[in-house]
């Protein structure tokens, strides 16, 4: 191979989306190499042999014969993605069927028993315990209950302090 030397200053470019041009690097020594004359055949069957090679598929499609199917069933301990990432959901009321009103009273002392238990209920969760409608509990919510928008209860109500200070002193 002849190595021949070229002194020369290259800017190295990259066009980005936006359509700015921005300078990566630069080249100070440019080398070309070509081939010795007597080689220049063997290097030309070299190129076409590669350029065939990379052009040939190595992937064979093959036919099964008989097979019953053995070998694409799961193995035991084999974990299949698809099934584990459907939740099963909880047989949600149908807008069919309404959902009739309590008592406002008999629901506020539903309401404390509920905040007994745990101190942060989403408006779902409530709504499910409860099974009345959504509107009438917002009602109640509003009355009783703080909403809270910020911090690791966010989405949530919980008792306003006066409500809280009452359930603990006294047992209903």
Avoid at 35 to 49: S, T
Wanted: glycine letters at 6%.
């Amino acid at each position: 191979m002849l190595l021949s030397l070229f002194m020369k200053f290259v800017l190295i470019y990259e066009i980005y989306l936006a359509g700015k041009l921005a300078v990566e690097g630069k080249i100070l020594n440019k080398f070309d190499m070509r081939p010795h004359d007597e080689n220049i055949e063997n290097y030309g069957k070299l190129c076409r042999e590669r350029t065939n090679k990379s052009m040939n598929k190595s992937r064979q499609i093959q036919v099964i014969d008989n097979d019953n199917g053995t070998h694409m069933r799961p193995m035991p301990g084999m974990i299949i993605a698809a099934v584990f990432n459907e939740k099963k959901k909880a047989p949600a009321k149908t807008s069919d069927t309404k959902r009739t009103r309590r008592d406002r009273g008999e629901m506020e002392d539903i309401m404390f028993k509920l905040f007994e238990r745990q101190s942060n209920w989403t408006l779902r969760q409530l709504i499910q315990e409860t099974d009345q409608p959504e509107q009438f509990l917002k009602d109640i919510l509003k009355d009783l209950c703080i909403y809270n928008n910020k911090g690791t209860n966010q989405g949530t109500y919980e008792l306003k302090p006066e409500y809280k200070k009452a359930t603990d002193g006294t047992n209903p």
